[in-house]
């Protein structure tokens, strides 16, 4: 029975994913110890790290482990925050963060394909960077691939998409907070700038917690609000490209699961379902698997393959990304 169990298919799972999550474990524990010596956020320690740890990405044996990390833990993480937040936090950001969200999100996508047809894009390579822009980063630019009709340049401009968008999200989790301050803007208001307008999730988180405890909530409930702008954005993608072939494969999820399970734990723990301890416990292992996350996202950058494309696309992202900013901050400014 012993020898079973060792060789089954989930133990051998184990065995290959353990050395990248112990290596990015390492890696947030170091974090922690400089966070708490030289007092800068522990996320951008994880960052760094990660990043000088570059060459274990390509490492036959930590390479599915920091995969896994990168992914997986920092759902998990995410969902897990939900245990922080309560409705009382929502309602008291008021309503013009969710029409600054909704009209940030339409206006970088329209935007974007109207740019893009100018630079001699397709129409689908403006939806697509700019919804991978406006939306959720990689995780949009997949959904939204999906939802298009098959093409000979879609795989490239979907590849090039993900890690521009990776990378640029990587550099504004750095540059925003900067900005942030410069501005003067307050925890909430800093929350609501880093949520509208950083890439990815893991990104806003790190940038948010990296400034306080309020920014980092502020800006994961932005963030929450332009993920579940995923659905309409795709549904409208379908219905402009009707012609999809049904034959391309089954498409994703419209709202990734971590989204859902940040939902109901916030509604959980609104109506007092949550005992505290376990709150506490799930707010701990949340942060851990964040740091985590953020050690394996920075051993996985990849700078370099940048350079083997055009000048126009990455010009093109980085517009959009300066564009996105741009909007947040001038309705920031409108309805405050």
Same mark, same amino acid.
């Given at each position: 029975m012993l020898a079973s169990i060792r060789n089954s298919p989930s133990v051998d799972r184990v065995r290959e994913l353990a050395p990248g999550i112990i290596a990015c474990a390492v890696i947030a524990a170091a974090a922690a110890f400089l966070s708490e010596h030289y007092q800068a956020p522990m996320m951008l320690f994880a960052l760094l790290l990660g990043i000088a740890m570059n060459f274990l990405a390509t490492d036959t044996g930590c390479g599915p482990g920091v995969a896994f990390t990168s992914r997986t833990m920092l759902r998990v993480g995410v969902a897990l925050l939900g245990l922080r937040i309560t409705f009382a936090d929502i309602s008291a950001l008021g309503w013009q963060p969710v029409a600054a969200v909704v009209v940030s999100v339409a206006l970088t996508i329209l935007i974007s394909i109207g740019v893009a047809r100018l630079l001699g894009f397709r129409t689908a390579f403006g939806v697509l960077s700019g919804g991978a822009t406006a939306i959720c980063g990689a995780s949009a630019a997949l959904a939204l691939a999906a939802a298009m009709p098959p093409h000979p340049q879609r795989e490239k401009a979907l590849s090039f998409t993900v890690i521009g968008v990776s990378t640029l999200s990587t550099t504004v989790m750095i540059l925003y907070p900067i900005i942030a301050r410069a501005l003067d803007l307050s925890e909430v208001d800093s929350g609501i700038f880093l949520g509208g307008t950083i890439h990815d999730v893991a990104q806003v988180v790190g940038a948010g917690y990296g400034m306080s405890k309020v920014t980092g909530d502020t800006a =994961? +409930? &932005?963030?929450?609000? #332009? +993920? %579940?702008?995923?659905?309409? +954005?795709? &549904? +409208? =993608? &379908?219905?402009?490209? #009707?012609? #999809?072939? %049904?034959? !391309?494969?089954? #498409?994703?999820?419209?709202?990734?699961?971590?989204a859902v399970a940040f939902a109901l734990l916030v509604v959980a723990n609104s109506l007092g379902w949550v005992p505290r301890p376990v709150a506490t416990a799930g707010t701990t292992l949340s942060g851990w698997c964040l &740091? !985590? %996350?953020i050690a394996a996202i920075g051993i996985k950058t990849q700078v370099r393959q940048l350079l083997s494309v055009g000048v126009k696309p990455l010009a093109l992202m980085i517009f959009e990304t300066a564009l996105m900013a741009a909007i947040v901050l001038a309705l920031m400014r409108l309805y405050r």
């Open positions: =994961t +409930v &932005v963030k929450l609000m #332009r +993920v %579940a702008m995923l659905l309409p +954005v795709i &549904v +409208v =993608t &379908v219905m402009a490209m #009707r012609n #999809r072939d %049904a034959a !391309a494969g089954p #498409r994703p999820p419209l709202l990734p699961w971590f &740091v !985590a %996350a």
